[in-house]
Structures are given as structure tokens and as C-alpha cells.
């Protein structure tokens, strides 16, 4: 059988676009290496506090996010800092006054480890984030307030659940 000339150039044209599609891995690995890259550069503006399973935070409406800092734990039975045991709830409770002084010292000593460059010269910018249970006695409250003050924090942020702005409107219209 005589093809013409056009039905031998097609059969040449469909026997070369034939094969299945070939896969170019090199591309491939391109994008997922721009990926990984890019998904390492973004999670860095995550910060985890210290998860106490026992522990409720109170709840607040606030919107900035905290920064890398201190981070004092008040706990059923202990203070820590930076996951360190410092001192006893019931010790300090007894003491008079509101100076804990092994606080005190734990908190100076984080001032090499932990702290920026340049919150080390400013005592204005450094700062110390206390988380603690939403029902710790203010008097405890503020003790560990006073030490972190006088062991030159400027910055004192509470750890808060973020709860969404609803409801604060909610009460205003209501009030």
C-alpha cells in the first residue's frame, strides 16, 4: 500500500511524540529545595513558652506577640527560671518584704545567657515574660514583679491565652 506524503510525515510525527512523558527531576528538585528554604526562613517568628500541663494562664485580648527574653515560671510549689527550680513558694510566702534574693540571682545570671546584645547595656530593653496560673495571690504576684525590677528588667510582660476581640465589644455595647 503507497501512503502519501502527508500520512508518512504523520506517522513519523506519532510515532516520535509517542513515548510517555518524561519527568524532569532536576526542576523538581529545584522547587522543593526553594520550599524547604523558604519554610526555614518563615518559622522562626514562633516563639514556644514553656508548656506547664497543670497550669491555666489568664486570658487576654493583646495582640503583640512576645520576643525571645527571661521567662520566670511560678508553679504549684516552686519558681523556676528558664526551667530551673530557684525557690519554694511556701519559703517565699513567709519572707517579709518583697525582695527574693535566690530569684534574684538567677535572674542576674541570665543576663549573659539569654539576653540581646543590646538589652544587655540598656536596662530599659531588657525584659522578662513570668507566666504563672491565673489563681496565684497577687501578693506572690508581686513579689516576683518587685525582683525582677530590682534586678534591672525594665520589661515585665504576663504569659495570656489570646482570646479573640469579640467579646470585649460585646460588653462595651452592653455597658
Do not use: W
Amino acid at each position: 500500500m503507497v501512503k502519501s506524503a502527508r500520512a508518512r510525515r504523520m506517522e513519523k510525527h506519532h510515532k516520535r511524540n509517542k513515548g510517555a512523558g518524561a519527568l524532569n527531576l532536576v526542576s523538581l528538585m529545584d522547587i522543593f529545595t526553594i520550599l524547604v528554604f523558604f519554610l526555614l526562613v518563615n518559622s522562626s517568628d514562633v516563639q514556644t513558652l514553656p508548656n506547664a500541663r497543670d497550669m491555666s494562664l489568664p486570658e487576654s485580648i493583646a495582640e503583640k506577640k512576645p520576643e525571645e527574653n527571661v521567662v520566670v515560671l511560678i508553679g504549684k510549689t516552686d519558681i523556676l527560671v528558664q526551667g530551673k527550680p530557684v525557690a519554694k513558694i511556701e519559703d517565699v510566702m513567709a519572707t517579709a518584704g518583697n525582695d527574693i534574693p535566690a530569684l534574684r540571682e538567677a535572674l542576674l545570671s541570665q543576663n549573659d545567657r539569654v539576653l540581646r546584645r543590646e538589652a544587655k547595656d540598656d536596662i530599659a530593653g531588657r525584659e522578662v515574660t513570668i507566666m504563672g496560673d491565673k489563681d496565684i495571690p497577687y501578693r506572690l504576684l508581686k513579689k516576683v514583679m518587685a525582683t525582677c525590677t530590682a534586678s534591672d528588667y525594665g520589661q515585665i510582660s504576663l504569659a495570656v491565652l489570646q482570646k479573640s476581640s469579640d467579646k470585649p465589644d460585646d460588653l462595651q455595647a452592653s455597658l
